[in-house]
C-alpha cells in the first residue's frame, strides 16, 4: 500500500472513456480498457486517486453484422441507476453564452485490500439544460465537431468544477489520458484569475497550472491528435477563452489543437510504450516526453483456470504481479492443462453464439481489436494461395475475428467486409469466424482460449497495444509486427514471434515474413512438438505476464510522474 505520507495528495484522472465492466459500454477500445486497468490498479496499491469521465448512458454502441459483413449500429444503454450511485452537487460549464448544469455519479473501484477509488461520470441530462445539452453525455465518440469540442468542455472544465463541489481539496496532479481532457487546463487558469485577463494570465500563470497536470499520449498520428476550428471554439468558449488559448501556443493554421493544450500545461508528458516515446518525441521535438509501457490489470483478464493454477503455484500473485515471473517453475503438464479448460470453454461459448463448430485440436489464430485501417486486419489475407497451401500442407488452423468500426470509419467498416469475403472465399480450406459485438468479455474469452494472438498494425502507428498482454498473461504467445510495447515483450522463439524485423518492409515482404513464420516455426512446434509450444506459452507468462501489468505500470507514473509536487 502507498502510505499517506509517500503521495499526500490525490491524483485526479480523467478520461473519456473508461472500461470498467462489459454491463458498462462506456469504453470503445484499448484507451478506454486501459483506464479501466489503471484506475483498478491504483485502488490495489492504495493510491489516492479519483476517476472523472462522462456518462455515456447510451454507451459507444452494439454492433450487428449482417451476412456481407455490413456493421449497423444501435445504441447501447445500460443500467446506470443500478451500477452508480448520484451525486447532489451541481455544477455548470460555459457552452456558447450559456451555463449547462452538470451531475456526477459515481462507481466505487475496490482494490484487493479493499483501498476504494471512486470514479465520477459526469451527465448533462439535467431539466434545467436544453435537449441538445442534455445529449452531450448521451454516447461516447458520437456526433460533429461542435458536440465533441461541447462533450471536452463537460469532461474538462466540468470535470474540475465537479471535483472542486465534491469537497476534493488536495488535489496535487490532474493526469490527462489522452487529449480529450485537456480543457481541464482551461479550467484550473480561470480559478486562479477571479478578475482580470484570462489571456495575460495564461501567460504569467501557467507555470502554476502545469505544476499540477501530467499528459499520457496515445497517437503517434499528426492526424490522430482532436482539433477544432477556431470560429467553433470562439462561438462555443467566447472571446477571453480563445485569447487565453491563442496564449498557451495551442492555436495553429486556426485550429486548436487539444495536444498541443495538454503538452504546453503538463509539467510531465508520457508515450505509452518506449517506442512511442521516440516517435512523440519527434512529433513534438520541444517537448521532454518520457515513456511508460502500458500493462494491463493481472486479476481481471486471467481466465479463471489460470487464476486457479497461479493461486496455487504463486499464491503472492495478485497481491505482487511480479511473481508472476516465477510461473517458469510451473509443471507444463498444469500450463497445458489449464489452457485446454480454457479453449473448450471458449469454443462452447462461439458454438452457443454463432453455431460455429470450432475444432479443439485445431491450432487458434485470434485478430480482435477496433477495426481501424492502420490495424490492418487483412494482411493475413495476403496471398490466399500461399495462405491455402500452408494450412494444406503444414497443418490446419483456424482464425477468429471480432472487432467494431466507428460508425463513421468507412475504411474500418470496408475491413470488416474484406474479412467476410475472405472468410467465404476459404470456406473449403480454412474456417475463418467473425465475431458480433467484440467487448471486455469477448476480449476475456478470446485473448486466454486461443492458441496465437495476431497483430498486424501498420509501423508506428501502434502506440502500444494490450490485447496482447492479455495473452502473454494467459499464456498466449503473439504473432505481431515490431511495434508498440511488442519491441520490448517478443523474444524470438521465446514470449513469441515477430512478423518483419526492424527494418522497413513493404506490404507483400510483411505478409511472406507472417506465412514464413506460420508455415516453418509456428505450425510445425504446435503439431511436432506440443511441449515446446506449451513452453513458449509458459515463457509468455514468466517474462511478459510477470512486466506488463498495471501494477507496474501504475508505480512507474507514481514514480515518474507522481510524485515531488505540493498540492
Ligand atoms: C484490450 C482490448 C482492446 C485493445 O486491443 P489492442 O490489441 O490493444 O488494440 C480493445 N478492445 C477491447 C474490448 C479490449 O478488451
Known amino acids: 500500500m502507498i502510505s499517506k505520507e509517500f503521495l499526500p495528495h490525490h491524483v485526479a484522472y480523467f478520461s473519456m472513456e473508461v472500461g470498467l465492466d462489459s454491463s458498462m459500454p462506456t469504453y470503445s477500445g484499448g484507451l478506454g480498457i486501459l483506464a479501466g486497468d489503471t484506475l483498478r490498479a491504483a485502488a490495489d496499491l492504495g493510491l489516492p486517486m479519483v476517476g472523472v469521465t462522462l ?80 445529449s452531450l453525455t448521451e454516447a461516447l465518440y458520437d456526433g460533429d465537431a461542435r458536440h465533441r469540442l461541447c462533450q471536452e468542455v463537460v469532461l474538462g472544465m466540468g470535470g474540475v468544477a465537479m471535483l472542486q463541489a465534491l469537497g476534493y481539496k488536495n488535489i496535487g496532479t490532474h493526469h490527462m489520458n489522452e487529449g480529450h481532457a485537456a480543457f481541464l487546463t482551461l479550467a484550473l487558469l480561470e480559478q486562479d484569475v477571479v478578475h482580470g485577463d484570462l489571456a495575460a494570465a495564461a501567460q504569467s500563470d501557467c507555470e502554476a497550472v502545469r505544476q499540477h497536470c501530467v499528459f499520457t499520449t496515445h497517437t503517434p498520428v499528426p492526424a490522430g491528435h482532436d482539433q477544432f476550428p477556431v470560429d467553433l471554439v470562439r462561438d462555443v468558449l467566447g472571446d477571453q477563452r480563445l485569447a487565453a488559448l491563442e496564449a498557451v501556443r495551442c492555436i495553429n493554421n486556426r485550429m486548436l489543437n487539444m495536444t498541443y493544450l495538454a503538452l504546453h500545461l503538463s509539467r510531465y508528458i508520457n508515450g505509452v510504450a518506449m517506442r512511442h516515446g521516440e516517435i512523440s518525441r519527434d512529433l513534438f521535438p520541444d ?236 505450425l510445425p512446434l504446435y503439431y511436432g512438438k506440443p511441449d515446446g509450444y506449451a513452453e513458449i506459452g509458459r515463457s509468455a507468462i514468466s517474462l511478459n505476464g510477470s512486466y506488463f501489468h498495471t501494477q507496474r505500470m501504475v508505480l512507474q507514473y507514481v514514480r515518474n510522474a507522481y510524485l515531488g509536487v505540493e498540492p
Not at 449497423?72 to 456558447?96: D, H, K, Q
Not at 485501417?373 to 490466399?384: I, N, P, S
Open 55 to 134: 456518462l455515456h448512458r447510451k454507451g459507444y454502441f452494439r454492433q450487428s453484422l449482417d451476412a456481407r459483413g455490413n456493421q449497423t449500429e444501435s445504441p447501447a444503454g445500460w443500467n446506470y441507476e443500478e451500477a452508480l450511485e448520484p451525486m447532489v452537487p451541481r455544477v455548470f460549464v460555459p457552452i456558447a453564452g450559456r451555463a449547462v448544469m452538470v451531475r456526477a455519479w459515481r462507481y466505487i473501484v475496490r482494490g484487493v485490500f479493499g483501498h476504494i477509488v471512486p470514479v465520477y461520470f459526469l451527465d448533462t441530462d439535467l431539466k434545467e439544460n436544453n435537449s441538445w445539452e442534455m
Open 287 to 522: 517537448h521532454a516526453i518520457d515513456s511508460i509501457t502500458n500493462g494491463v490489470h493481472a486479476a481481471t483478464w486471467t481466465a479463471p483456470p489460470l487464476r486457479n493454477l497461479y493461486d496455487r503455484f504463486i499464491p503472492e500473485w495478485r497481491r505482487d504481479n511480479f511473481y508472476l515471473r516465477y510461473a517458469i517453475k510451473i509443471p507444463l503438464a498444469e500450463v497445458q492443462r489449464a489452457h485446454r479448460l480454457v479453449k473448450q470453454e471458449m469454443v462452447a461459448q462461439i458454438a452457443q453464439r454463432t453455431g460455429a463448430h470450432l475444432a479443439e485440436k485445431v491450432l487458434t489464430i485470434c485478430f480482435a481489436r477496433r477495426s481501424a485501417g492502420y490495424k490492418r486486419a487483412d494482411l493475413l489475407f495476403t496471398d490466399l494461395e500461399r495462405l491455402e497451401a500452408i494450412a494444406e500442407r503444414t497443418g490446419p488452423f483456424q482464425v477468429i475475428y471480432s472487432g467494431k468500426a466507428h460508425p463513421h470509419d468507412q475504411v474500418g467498416k470496408a475491413m470488416i467486409r474484406r474479412i467476410f469475403e475472405f472468410s467465404e472465399k476459404l470456406k473449403n480450406s480454412l474456417r475463418v469466424v467473425y465475431l458480433e459485438n467484440y467487448d471486455m468479455d469477448l476480449a476475456r474469452t478470446l485473448c486466454a482460449g486461443v492458441d496465437l494472438w495476431l497483430n498486424t498494425p501498420e509501423r508506428p502507428l501502434e502506440a502500444s497495444g494490450t490485447s496482447g498482454m492479455k495473452a502473454a498473461l494467459n499464456g498466449v504467445p503473439s504473432l505481431s509486427v515490431l511495434d508498440g510495447w511488442w519491441v520490448e515483450g517478443h523474444v524470438e522463439g521465446v514470449t513469441g514471434w515477430a512478423i518483419g524485423d526492424d527494418r522497413e518492409l513493404d506490404i507483400a515482404g510483411e505478409a511472406k515474413s507472417l506465412y514464413d513464420k506460420l508455415e516453418h516455426a509456428i
